[in-house]
C-alpha cells in the first residue's frame, strides 16, 4: 500500500515537477545570468522552501498547545460545574431539585469561571449543558444555536460566519444524581489566534527582509570569490602564442578550488608551451639541416650552368655531389617523417615473433661487406625470440652499428652481441671509438643534439638517429643503455623484456 502510495507520489512529480523545471530551464538558458546570481537565487529558494515549513510547524505547535490548554480547562470547568450543581441538590427534593439546579445554572457557571479557571483566561467561553447525551438543553449561553460540531473536538474551528470568531470546541459528560449531563463548551481565542497572525505575518516579513539582505550581499561574496574565474578568462583571451612564455594565471592568496583550477591551467600552459616550443626548434632545425644540402646542390647547379657541360671533371664531379646530397636530404626527409609519425601517433609497428639472433647476424655480415678497416666481432650470439617489429628494431641496431662505425677510426674494433638472459634480450654494440662527455651523453638522446667534438669534425650526421632509435625501443617497452668513455668508446644496449613473462605473448 505505501509503496504504491510512493510509486503515486513519484509519478505525480515527474509529471508536474519535472516538466516544470525543463521549462524554467529553457527560459533561463536564453538569458545570461552569472554563476554568483545562481547561488544567491539558489539559496534564496531554499530560505523561502524552509521558512514556509518552519512558519508551518510554528503554527500547528501553537494551535496543538492551545488545543490541549483547553482541554485542561475543560475539564476543570466540568468538575466546577458538577461539585455547585450537587450542592444544590444536596439542599432540595423531588421536581424543586430540577427547577433549582435550572435556576441556579448561571450562579454555577460564574462560580465555576471564578474558582476554576485562570482569571486572565475567563474571557469567550460559553457552555451549554443539555440532559441525556441527546436530551433537551438545561442552560445555554452559546449565543445562537448552533448545531454543535460532534466530531472535531480537538481542533480550531473557524466561526466566520459569527463575526470571524475562531473557537476551540470540547464536549464533556458528567454523571449526577443518576443523570447524565453532557456539556459543550466553546473556548473564543479570537485575539489569541489575531495575535499569532500578526506575530507571524511581522516575522515573516522580517524573514523575507532577512532573506532579500542575505541574497543580495551574498551575492556579492560570492562574486569576490568568483574573481578568479574572471580573472581566469580575461588571462586566456589575452594569451597567445607570442605571449605564452609570461601569461600564468594569478595563483596567490589563500587556496580554494578555483586556485586549483588555475595551477592546474598553469601546468597545462607549461606543457603547451614546451611542445610548441620543441616543434619550433625541431621545424627550425630540421630547415637548418635541410638548407646545407640544398645550398650544396644549388652550387654545383650553378657550376654546371657555367662552365660544367663542357667540363667533364666538373660535370662528373658535380654529378656525384649532387646524388650524394640528393640521398642525404632523402635520408633526414624520411626521419623527419618518422618522427612526425610518431608525434602523431600515426606510427605503425607490426609485430611479431622472431629471433633476434638472425637478424643481428644479418645486419653483421651486411656492415661487414660495406665496412672496412674496422674489427667487427660477435663475441656472444644467442637466440632470443623477440615479439616485436622485426623491421623497426632492426632500424634501431643499425642505428647503433652505424653510430660505432661513424665513430670510430681506422683501426678500431667493433663487438656486437646478442644475449639472452633468461627471456631478456640484450643486443650490445661496443666500439673503442671516440667516446662521448659526460655532458654529452645526457643529450644524445635529443633530437638534433650533436656533440661539439663531432659536429666540427667533419663527421655527417643530422643527430636524429638516436631519438628514433629510443622511439622504437620505447614503443617496445624496451630501455637503452649507454656506457661511454670519451677518447675510449662507447657501448649502446637495447634491452627488451621477456614478452612472455610480462603477458604481452600467450
Ligand atoms: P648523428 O649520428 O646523425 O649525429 P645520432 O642521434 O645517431 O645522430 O647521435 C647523436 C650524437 O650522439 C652523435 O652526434 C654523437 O655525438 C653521439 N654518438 C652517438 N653514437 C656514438 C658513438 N658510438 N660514439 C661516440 N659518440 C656517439
Request: proline share 1%; hydrophobic share 40%.
Given at each position: 500500500?505505501?509503496?504504491?502510495?510512493?510509486?503515486?507520489?513519484?509519478?505525480?512529480?515527474?509529471?508536474?515537477?519535472?516538466?516544470?523545471?525543463?521549462?524554467?530551464?529553457?527560459?533561463?538558458?536564453?538569458?545570461?545570468?552569472?554563476?554568483?546570481?545562481?547561488?544567491?537565487?539558489?539559496?534564496?529558494?531554499?530560505?523561502?522552501?524552509?521558512?514556509?515549513?518552519?512558519?508551518?510547524?510554528?503554527?500547528?505547535?501553537?494551535?496543538?498547545?492551545?488545543?490541549?490548554?483547553?482541554n485542561r480547562y475543560a475539564d476543570n470547568i466540568v468538575n466546577t460545574l458538577k461539585g455547585g450543581q450537587a450542592v444544590i441538590q444536596e439542599n432540595l427534593s423531588g421536581e424543586a431539585q430540577e427547577e433549582a439546579a435550572l435556576d441556579e445554572l448561571s450562579m454555577y457557571r460564574k462560580r465555576a469561571y471564578k474558582e476554576s479557571i485562570n482569571p486572565y483566561e475567563q474571557k469567550g467561553i460559553t457552555i451549554r449543558i443539555r440532559k441525556g447525551t441527546d436530551g433537551p438543553v438545561v442552560y445555554s449561553d452559546i449565543e445562537d444555536d448552533a448545531e454543535e460540531d460532534r466530531q472535531l473536538f480537538n481542533m480550531l474551528s473557524y466561526n466566520y460566519k459569527d463575526n470571524q470568531k475562531v473557537l476551540i470546541k470540547k464536549r464533556r459528560t458528567y454523571e449526577l444524581a443518576g443523570t447524565t449531563y453532557q456539556v459543550y463548551l466553546q473556548f473564543d481565542i479570537t485575539d489569541s489566534i489575531n495575535n499569532l497572525h500578526n506575530f507571524l505575518l511581522f516575522l515573516i516579513l522580517l524573514y523575507f527582509v532577512?532573506?532579500?539582505?542575505?541574497?543580495?550581499?551574498?551575492?556579492?561574496?560570492?562574486?569576490?570569490?568568483?574573481?578568479?574565474?574572471?580573472?581566469m578568462s580575461a588571462t586566456a583571451n589575452r594569451?597567445?602564442?607570442?605571449?605564452?612564455?609570461?601569461?600564468?594565471?594569478?595563483?596567490?592568496?589563500?587556496?580554494?578550488?578555483?586556485?586549483?583550477?588555475?595551477?592546474?591551467?598553469?601546468?597545462?600552459?607549461?606543457?603547451?608551451?614546451?611542445?610548441?616550443?620543441?616543434?619550433?626548434?625541431?621545424?627550425?632545425?630540421?630547415?637548418h639541416e635541410l638548407r646545407t644540402p640544398i645550398a650544396v646542390i644549388q652550387g654545383y647547379a650553378n657550376m654546371l650552368a657555367r662552365w660544367g657541360m663542357n667540363d667533364k671533371e666538373v660535370l662528373e664531379e658535380s654529378v656525384e655531389a649532387i646524388t650524394n646530397e640528393a640521398k642525404s636530404m632523402k635520408d633526414l626527409v624520411e626521419k623527419l617523417?618518422?618522427?612526425?609519425?610518431?608525434?602523431?601517433?600515426?606510427?605503425?609497428?607490426?609485430?611479431?615473433?622472431?629471433?633476434?639472433?638472425?637478424?643481428?647476424?644479418?645486419?653483421?655480415?651486411?656492415?661487414?661487406?660495406?665496412?672496412?678497416?674496422?674489427?667487427?666481432?660477435?663475441?656472444?650470439?644467442?637466440?632470443?625470440?623477440?615479439?616485436?617489429?622485426?623491421?623497426?628494431?632492426?632500424?634501431?641496431?643499425?642505428?647503433?652499428?652505424?653510430?660505432?662505425?661513424k665513430y670510430s677510426e681506422n683501426g678500431d674494433s667493433i663487438k656486437i652481441s646478442c644475449r639472452n638472459e633468461e627471456g631478456t634480450c640484450i643486443v650490445t654494440?661496443?666500439?673503442t671509438g671516440i667516446g662521448m662527455k659526460k655532458e654529452d651523453m645526457n643529450k644524445i638522446f635529443e633530437r638534433f643534439y650533436r656533440a661539439d667534438n663531432v659536429r666540427n669534425g667533419g663527421v655527417e650526421g643530422q643527430g636524429l638517429g638516436l631519438s628514433i632509435a629510443k622511439l622504437i625501443v620505447l614503443n617496445h617497452t624496451g630501455t637503452i643503455k649507454v656506457r661511454s668513455q670519451f677518447t675510449k668508446g662507447s657501448s649502446f644496449s637495447i634491452i627488451l623484456p621477456d614478452y612472455y613473462r610480462k603477458g604481452f605473448v600467450k
Amino acid at each position: 500500500m505505501s509503496e504504491k502510495f510512493i510509486e503515486f507520489i513519484k509519478r505525480i512529480l515527474q509529471k508536474t515537477v519535472l516538466p516544470l523545471r525543463k521549462k524554467s530551464d529553457e527560459i533561463l538558458r536564453k538569458f545570461y545570468l552569472s554563476i554568483a546570481f545562481r547561488i544567491a537565487f539558489y539559496y534564496v529558494r531554499l530560505f523561502i522552501i524552509f521558512g514556509v515549513v518552519f512558519f508551518v510547524i510554528v503554527y500547528g505547535v501553537y494551535v496543538e498547545l492551545e488545543v490541549s490548554r483547553y482541554n485542561r480547562y475543560a475539564d476543570n470547568i466540568v468538575n466546577t460545574l458538577k461539585g455547585g450543581q450537587a450542592v444544590i441538590q444536596e439542599n432540595l427534593s423531588g421536581e424543586a431539585q430540577e427547577e433549582a439546579a435550572l435556576d441556579e445554572l448561571s450562579m454555577y457557571r460564574k462560580r465555576a469561571y471564578k474558582e476554576s479557571i485562570n482569571p486572565y483566561e475567563q474571557k469567550g467561553i460559553t457552555i451549554r449543558i443539555r440532559k441525556g447525551t441527546d436530551g433537551p438543553v438545561v442552560y445555554s449561553d452559546i449565543e445562537d444555536d448552533a448545531e454543535e460540531d460532534r466530531q472535531l473536538f480537538n481542533m480550531l474551528s473557524y466561526n466566520y460566519k459569527d463575526n470571524q470568531k475562531v473557537l476551540i470546541k470540547k464536549r464533556r459528560t458528567y454523571e449526577l444524581a443518576g443523570t447524565t449531563y453532557q456539556v459543550y463548551l466553546q473556548f473564543d481565542i479570537t485575539d489569541s489566534i489575531n495575535n499569532l497572525h500578526n506575530f507571524l505575518l511581522f516575522l515573516i516579513l522580517l524573514y523575507f527582509v532577512l532573506v532579500l539582505l542575505v541574497a543580495k550581499f551574498g551575492q556579492r561574496g560570492i562574486e569576490r570569490l568568483l574573481q578568479p574565474l574572471k580573472n581566469m578568462s580575461a588571462t586566456a583571451n589575452r594569451l597567445t602564442v607570442n605571449n605564452l612564455h609570461s601569461e600564468r594565471l594569478n595563483v596567490a592568496g589563500t587556496k580554494n578550488e578555483l586556485k586549483e583550477l588555475a595551477g592546474t591551467m598553469n601546468s597545462m600552459l607549461d606543457r603547451i608551451e614546451l611542445s610548441y616550443e620543441s616543434q619550433k626548434q625541431f621545424v627550425s632545425d630540421a630547415s637548418h639541416e635541410l638548407r646545407t644540402p640544398i645550398a650544396v646542390i644549388q652550387g654545383y647547379a650553378n657550376m654546371l650552368a657555367r662552365w660544367g657541360m663542357n667540363d667533364k671533371e666538373v660535370l662528373e664531379e658535380s654529378v656525384e655531389a649532387i646524388t650524394n646530397e640528393a640521398k642525404s636530404m632523402k635520408d633526414l626527409v624520411e626521419k623527419l617523417l618518422f618522427l612526425s609519425r610518431h608525434d602523431k601517433k600515426t606510427l605503425h609497428l607490426e609485430r611479431k615473433l622472431f629471433n633476434m639472433k638472425d637478424v643481428v647476424e644479418e645486419m653483421v655480415r651486411e656492415t661487414k661487406m660495406v665496412v672496412e678497416n674496422r674489427s667487427i666481432t660477435t663475441p656472444v650470439l644467442q637466440n632470443v625470440i623477440v615479439y616485436g617489429d622485426q623491421q623497426a628494431l632492426k632500424q634501431a641496431v643499425r642505428i647503433f652499428i652505424d653510430n660505432a662505425v661513424k665513430y670510430s677510426e681506422n683501426g678500431d674494433s667493433i663487438k656486437i652481441s646478442c644475449r639472452n638472459e633468461e627471456g631478456t634480450c640484450i643486443v650490445t654494440v661496443e666500439d673503442t671509438g671516440i667516446g662521448m662527455k659526460k655532458e654529452d651523453m645526457n643529450k644524445i638522446f635529443e633530437r638534433f643534439y650533436r656533440a661539439d667534438n663531432v659536429r666540427n669534425g667533419g663527421v655527417e650526421g643530422q643527430g636524429l638517429g638516436l631519438s628514433i632509435a629510443k622511439l622504437i625501443v620505447l614503443n617496445h617497452t624496451g630501455t637503452i643503455k649507454v656506457r661511454s668513455q670519451f677518447t675510449k668508446g662507447s657501448s649502446f644496449s637495447i634491452i627488451l623484456p621477456d614478452y612472455y613473462r610480462k603477458g604481452f605473448v600467450k
